[in-house]
């Protein structure tokens, strides 16, 4: 990056029960926000190296930082991992001098999970300490639990030597064993961990999120996606179209859908093709959403 603004980096490792890092951008004034990224599955603090929003956002005094709060970047199933999010959030608060009550968070895949759920909790009151954020973004999330252990069931079914089976029976194990059984046999442990549920009254816990201004991201290709025999069942759109959907029914006229098309693409896996990405953001874009709901 140029040096518009000091472009401080701090990477941290947490103390006593908790283990997070985090690289954080400082702009040259004092930061008057804070916007939280939380990587993928196996993402790093490395995540927003070659991205432009953590200047964009240092040229409007917004500090922005990306965390890995637990292991590998994924969890936010339990309320450990969710403590241990808090942790960092106030050791990052704290170190920045941010006001804290002028957060956004946001994260890709499963750190869109944990975006959601922050927000969630920390509306609820269940979260010792938490911020309730101003805003929340989430790119291409599983906010259902139940949903995504049944569509990777589906794709564990047809058997298949795609590149996504392995990842299927990997995904369902962890799933099985953290919340103790299938969605049939524990339904309320899912319902409890889950960002959304689609059939529960007002989406289950996404009822808190009523008055947050929320934006997510999908891009459902699904003639790419049925290569990988995968569809609607298996696509984390599901989740984040039934979200908006059910999030303006009860009255959020900030809850935004963006849907895209041919703009996903991994660096971290080669740059192949792969709809579920981050690219798909149009960062300046989200910089100017991301500054408009800090301004209210």
């Known amino acids: 990056m140029d040096q518009t603004y000091s472009n401080v980096v701090t990477e941290t490792s947490g103390t006593g029960p908790f283990h997070y890092r985090y690289r954080a951008y400082l702009p040259d004034a004092p930061a008057q926000a804070l916007v939280i990224y939380l990587p993928q599955y196996g993402g790093t603090i490395d995540a927003w190296k070659d991205s432009c929003l953590p200047q964009r956002l240092a040229n409007s005094s917004i500090a922005s930082l990306v965390g890995l709060p637990v292991v590998e970047g994924t969890g936010y199933m339990d309320e450990s991992s969710l403590q241990a999010l808090q942790a960092m959030l106030t050791d990052s608060v ?17 750190g869109g999970v944990g975006a959601v759920r922050y927000g969630e909790v920390a509306v609820q009151g269940s979260l010792s300490g938490a911020f309730r954020p101003r805003a929340i973004f989430a790119v291409d999330p599983p906010l259902d639990l139940r949903r995504w252990y049944l569509g990777l069931q589906l794709i564990v079914r047809r058997n298949q030597p795609t590149p996504l089976l392995d990842e299927a029976r990997q995904v369902i194990q962890v799933l099985h064993d ?4 299938t969605p049939d046999e524990v339904p309320d442990a899912y319902a409890r961990a889950s960002a959304v549920s689609a059939f529960a009254d007002q989406g289950g816990n996404l009822k808190f999120l009523r008055d947050t201004p929320i934006r997510m991201y999908a891009e459902p290709q699904l003639h790419f996606w049925m ?3 995968a569809d609607l069942y298996t696509l984390n759109t599901l989740d984040v179209n ?18 895209t098309s041919g703009k996903g693409y991994r660096p971290d896996l080669g740059g192949m093709r792969m709809p579920h990405a981050w690219s798909i953001v149009d960062e300046l874009d989200l910089a100017d959403w991301i500054e408009q709901k800090l301004e209210k």
């Open 178 to 181: 953290t919340l103790g059984g």
């Open 94 to 110: 704290e170190r920045i001098k941010c006001p804290p009550d002028r957060l956004v968070v946001g994260g890709f895949s499963a």
């Open 227 to 229: 290569y990988y025999t």
């Open 242 to 259: 039934f979200a908006i959907n059910e999030l303006r029914a009860m009255g959020n006229r900030q809850a935004e859908l963006i849907l």
